[in-house]
């Protein structure tokens, strides 16, 4: 079931989310301060390519510092993490008003938990 509902995520946008995410994750690279919150547009890009068979996962403790993760969390927030979970809210809403759509609404509120807080969490 996972290959089928990544076959039709693809062809019906994932592959443009995906490539709009990593062409972001290559533009905030540019940078030496953007690095990091470059790394979680590349995260996000992956899982926006094939979300089916996928699950969104705490990283281990000692990766990222506690209060280093909040920090950039906060940070990513207010520098666009809060449109797009919102953008992925919208479209998840908006695919679950009919039953076809619904398994594809669940995939963006799925991308909405790593949207919102990326830091600290990584797709599995």
Known sequence: M???GNLIWIIFGGLEVS???AVAGI???VSIVGI??????FKLAVLSLVPFGQHVQQTQPRQIPGCLATLLN???IFTGGLIISLTHII???LLC???IGIP???QHFKLVSLAIWPFGRRPE
């Open 2 to 4: 996972s290959l089928f």
């Open 19 to 21: 490539l709009e995410y």
């Open 27 to 29: 533009v905030a690279c």
């Open 36 to 41: 990091p919150f470059g790394l979680q547009l």
């Open 74 to 76: 906060i940070i990513w």
């Open 91 to 93: 479209f998840g809403v």
């Open 97 to 99: 008003i009919t039953i």
């Open 104 to 106: 594809f609404g669940r």
